[in-house]
């Protein structure tokens, strides 16, 4: 199922036991299951990463860089793939567009090479469009 703007929209399923993946345009953002759903419709909602509250960057390490805060829905690494503008360090390094490689609900790791030690607030915003994909267990 494409969902184009996120958000949550309804699958008419059989009964049965299904097992997810979300995707977005660069890689596999979660997978879960196995999962039961009754025949009818099911709600499903596109992993928010709108408004993320970051409080700290730092310095880049391997090709990444570690942003701490508040990522509700992050955890279990649920944000890999997807794309994040990150915005109001006051070290230019740490702004930017970049793809999360880990997250958890306290952590986003993103592949910003750059990275530089900073506590000064932040944003970052998820952008991008996702996919879900159910299958049969």
């Known amino acids: 199922v494409y969902a184009p703007a996120g958000g ?4 008419t399923l059989a009964a049965g036991t299904y097992n ?3 995707f977005t ?3 596999v953002a979660a997978t879960g299951g196995p999962q039961s759903y009754p025949a009818g419709n099911s709600a499903f909602t596109v992993p928010s990463t709108a408004g993320l509250t970051l409080s700290a960057a730092a ?4 090709g990444t860089t ?3 805060g508040t ?7 649920a944000y890999i793939g997807f794309q994040f503008v990150v915005a109001g360090f006051d070290k230019s390094a740490n702004n930017g567009t970049f793809i999360c490689t880990a997250s958890s609900t306290t952590t986003l790791t993103l592949n910003n090479a750059a990275g530089v030690a900073d506590s000064h607030g ?3 915003t ?5 996919v879900l994909l159910l299958t049969i267990n």
Do not use: E, L, R
């Not at 310095?59 to 391997?62: R, Y």
């Open 122 to 124: 932040a944003t970052a």
């Open 25 to 27: 345009a660069n890689a």
């Open 71 to 77: 990522i509700p829905g992050g955890g279990s690494n």
């Open 8 to 11: 949550t929209f309804t699958v």
């Open 20 to 22: 997810y993946q979300w």
């Open 126 to 130: 998820g952008t991008g469009d996702a």
């Open 59 to 62: 310095n880049a390490s391997g």
């Open 66 to 68: 570690v942003y701490t």
